[in-house]
């Protein structure tokens, strides 16, 4: 079974402290994505990766980067964490062409 | 950038019937596929149709697709109070990443 684990399922942190969310995938999947959900407007794409050192932006990039490493591990850092980035983020992985595996989701809170 | 659309946004039914979801969307498409999510979790993945099937069944779950008027159906029968959830249909352009609709809620009432 295609595992994608997330570092955290709750996180509390406060406003201007630098976050970082881990997720780690097991099935050798070239492509990771991290979005955030919030109430009434679905999933948006904030940054995903193609291949190892690799990024695209995606939807909401703005407040965010990430680290790709290694194949298995894409990392989220939050700079400098703000209360409208309070939300649950979501990590997924996925081979070309085929389904999507996500993690259980990590919600955040920023006080 | 939301291409799949579903329709109804939420829906109450009574167990033991059928569900129908709907799914539209936009430009031409490899593949689409529906997702389940419940309260809190992770979205997990329920069937991938692709642009040259018309159906697709999975135990309870049945899928259609019409690439000429693009759209696509979730149907769950006999629906149980387990089933409800949030449902999503996908969009694969043939690029790395898929396009989530903003999901349908369905509720089943014992």
């Known amino acids: 079974d295609v595992k994608v684990t997330q570092s955290s399922r709750y996180l509390v942190k406060r406003t201007g402290e630098k976050v970082f969310l881990e997720c780690v995938q097991d099935m050798d999947h070239e492509n990771m994505f991290w979005y955030r959900q919030d109430p009434g407007l679905g999933l948006r794409l904030i940054y995903f990766?193609?291949?190892?050192?690799?990024?695209e932006k995606g939807d909401i990039p703005e407040g965010y980067s990430v680290s790709r490493e290694k194949k298995e591990r894409f990392s989220l850092i939050l700079e400098s964490a703000s209360t409208n980035q309070t939300s649950m983020y979501l990590c997924?992985?996925?081979?070309?062409?085929?389904?999507?595996?996500f993690g259980p989701g990590t919600r955040l809170t920023v006080t | 950038s939301q291409q799949g659309e579903e329709d109804p946004q939420a829906l109450s039914i009574q167990e033991g019937e059928n569900a129908t979801m709907n799914c539209s969307y936009k430009?031409?498409?490899?593949?689409l596929q529906w997702y389940r999510q419940n309260s809190g979790r992770g979205l997990v993945h329920l069937i991938l149709i692709r642009s040259n099937e018309r159906e697709k069944h999975s135990g309870r779950l049945r899928v259609t697709l019409d690439t000429s008027k693009k759209s696509s159906s979730l149907l769950i029968t006999a629906s149980r109070a387990a089933d409800t959830a949030s449902y999503f249909c996908a969009t694969d352009a043939g690029n790395s990443k898929l396009t989530f609709g903003k999901g349908i809620t369905l509720s089943v009432r014992p």
């Open positions: 997924a992985s996925r081979q070309q062409g085929y389904e999507q595996y």
């Open positions: 990766s193609y291949d190892v050192k690799m990024k």
């Open positions: 430009t031409s498409i490899n593949n």
